[in-house]
């Protein structure tokens, strides 16, 4: 399919702006001229979840790659359906398309580090992990470039109600005999020895959870995701395509229906653990618990990213960082050669040691 790209075009010299972390604004890439952007009201609106969807259900569905023709140099070149913002093939322009699907980002956190900040932060986590490979710090010490990316996210928001049953434990204390050594001789002594009184319960509790974040991005390990949070909602902006100027940027491909099952999983641990405190007692135990999910929202988001791919022993390793608070999450190499120095350092050191205490005197 084919889609018309736009890009944003500097007014003083013509060349092409991207948005700039570091001033916040739109700034040529060539002149170094700010653009200001508009700043409307940040409070970003929810929407019912049912009606949600009925707007999925209904969406055609498109899996052919974009076609997308570029606006400065007139190249053809194509993307993945989801990819909403990229550069051109030919002439590095930054490229932004329409979406594809029915339910669009409506607001979004903008990039805040510099991919020279973003550098650092990765580059003292690298500093300190052990064993890593010295090709791998080296790699990351030089001048590798990171992709800036906004990947999607859902928040939810429910109020719930839980019906459970179980049992609480309430500890109690017993005088026993119990035989001991004293001195070489056997005696009987009285000892409190603690039981638990296990009495059946059930009962119910309701919450009400607020902006549940859930990645909506099946394009990278969701534990990764995970792993670079929490966000700070409370610094949103409403969507502008010239926030994407500069930067890659997907569309969910995690649907909404399954972005909530997630979320299900998130509230319930905080849902069994109010019923644990319902229960009371010492200890809890809960058998079964039943909840009912009402009042749910939703918002579509786009949140900033830095990444970094390191390749090594036909191995890929993936780093992201979160580009509005600087955490760093990522798989990492081990250095087998270094783990063997130390371990034949430690066992030199322990044969020294049995070899100096059989040889003293």
Known sequence: MKFEAINFT??????????????????CDFCD?????????????????????????????????????CPKCGGSFTTQPHILSS????????????????????????????????????????????FAPTVFIKYFRGDEELQGLYIPHWSYDSSTHSIYNGERGDTYYVTVRQRVMVNGKEEFRNVQEARINWTPVDGSVSLAFDDIIIGGCETLPRALIESIS???????????????????????????ERGFEYAKDEMSRTIRNRIKS????????????????????????LFPIWTATFKWKDKS?????????????????????????????????????????????
């Open 87 to 130: 550069h051109c093939h030919y002439c590095g322009t930054p490229t932004i398309t329409k979406s594809i699907r029915s339910i669009t980002p409506e607001s979004l956190l903008p990039f805040i580090l510099t991919q020279k900040e973003a550098k650092e932060r990765l580059h003292r986590w690298i500093g300190s992990l052990w």
């Open 10 to 27: 500097c007014p003083n010299c013509g060349g092409y702006m991207i948005f700039s972390p570091k001033d916040g604004e739109m700034k």
């Open 317 to 361: 390793y993936r780093y992201l960082i979160n580009a509005q608070t600087g955490r760093v999450a990522g798989d990492r190499p081990y250095s087998v050669a270094k783990i063997a120095f130390l371990v034949a350092i430690i066992l030199s050191i322990l044969a020294a040691a049995i070899y100096y205490d059989q040889n003293r005197g």
């Open 278 to 301: 319902d229960i009371g007692g010492d200890e809890q135990r809960i058998h079964n618990v039943n909840t009912q999910y009402d009042d749910i929202l939703y918002k579509n988001m």
């Open 230 to 256: 929490p966000w700070n909602v409370g610094g949103l902006v409403h969507f502008d395509q010239r926030y994407l100027s500069g930067f890659e940027a997907e569309e969910y491909s995690t649907p909404l």
């Open 33 to 69: 001229t700010i653009d200001p952007i508009e700043k409307g009201d940040s409070e970003t609106r929810e929407h019912d979840y049912y009606d949600g969807l009925d707007l999925e259900e209904n969406q055609p569905q498109l899996s052919d790659d974009k076609e997308i023709s």
